[in-house]
């Protein structure tokens, strides 16, 4: 299943003229639902579905609305409501229990593909900004309008979608912005779960290893790049391909080291060691280097505290920690549980 934005939008774009496609939005949430505003799906003229509204429950009504879309060539609006006994959502007994309201607009080229050609180059480009669409009144063509804002500056984007006003006309603004590109150091068999999980996820990955034996292409095929090269050349590798996070975890202590020390100026948001506290003390030895040197937040034994000491455990366990301090969150139970 294909959710984030940037494998939605690679899926669409070589069939943007061979297909018709609409785009469907959720704008607008009373009370409680299972995405939140501003998520987004493709729907194409012979049934493929990328992204999603709901836990799945809604996909095959907003497909039927959006066939009457393809046909009008006019974006519509839809409401599911699960307060209500006579709404679909209700009958089924399926929804959050709230309210959602959703925007199908038809792309093609006499809209400019709501411009959404733009954000996927933005994503593609490493560049962040603000995708609004349209909301009330409708406009005839629906266009989106694109604005980017470069992480390369310093600049930040508040990632919660909301309604503005602009030109008497209401604008659903959704935050767009890369996906998170991490560094796995070593490529042995733990390091496949980690790659995988994080794919799944819709990540840039990178995995660097110098040992032939290691980080063999047939292992890591969905991975963006895969190095053998210098430890020295990973400082500007990172650097130039704005990576977020790394993992040492090539089971030798003088290549964790020699990575540490090629990493410890750059700007990561996170560095983990896999391994007990005694092997990262090593690692720090080895490269020279005191853990108050290294400017990246430093992680080890990394990942939370989810029991399991498999090598797909301590992926999820890894990611999960990544995917909160990239997410600039804590990572508690929403339950409160075991409090």
């Not at 040992?211 to 430890?231: G, M, S, T, V």
């Not at 540490?260 to 948001?269: D, E, G, H, I, P």
Request: with cysteine.
């Amino acid at each position: 299943m294909v959710t984030d934005l940037k494998s939605m939008l690679a899926t669409w774009h070589p069939l943007r003229d061979e297909q018709q496609w609409v785009l469907a939005t959720l704008y607008k949430i009373e009370g409680s639902s299972y995405r939140k505003l501003g998520a987004m799906m493709l729907i194409s003229s012979l049934g493929q579905r990328l992204g999603m509204l709901s836990g799945g429950c809604l996909e095959a009504d907003i497909q039927r609305h959006a066939k009457q879309v393809m046909t009008s060539l006019t974006s519509k609006t839809i409401t599911y409501d699960a307060t209500d006994e006579d709404d679909l959502t209700f009958q089924l007994g399926i929804g959050c229990g709230g309210v959602v309201h959703i925007v199908l607009q038809p792309v093609n080229s006499a809209n400019k593909y709501l411009n959404l050609d733009f954000v996927f180059n933005a994503l593609k480009e490493k560049v962040s900004g603000y995708y609004l669409q349209p909301v009330q009144p409708l406009c005839a063509l629906g266009q989106g309008v694109f604005s980017k804002r470069n992480v390369s500056d310093g600049l930040s984007v508040n990632r919660k979608a909301q309604i503005i006003e602009k030109n008497n006309q209401h604008w659903l603004q959704v935050a767009v912005y890369p996906a998170p590109h991490i560094l796995i150091v070593g490529g042995g068999a733990d390091a496949v779960a980690v790659y995988s999980m994080a794919k799944q996820l819709g990540w840039v990955v990178t995995v660097w290893d110098p040992r032939a034996a290691n980080a063999k292409r047939q292992y890591f095929q969905q991975a963006d790049a895969i190095l053998r090269c210098p430890p020295q050349e990973l400082t500007q590798y990172c650097e130039k391909q704005k990576v977020d996070a790394s993992i040492l975890m090539a089971h030798s202590v003088e290549l964790d080291a020699n990575a540490l020390y090629a990493l410890n100026k750059s700007n990561l948001k996170y560095m983990g060691l896999l391994g007990p506290k005694h092997r990262r003390a090593q690692v720090f030895e080895q490269a020279n280097i005191a853990i108050q040197e290294v400017k990246a937040p430093v992680f080890g034994p990394v990942g939370l505290n989810l029991g399991g000491d498999s090598p797909e455990s301590i992926a999820l366990s890894l990611i999960s920690e990544i995917h909160a301090v990239l997410s600039n969150k804590d990572a508690t139970s929403l339950s409160n549980w075991g409090q």
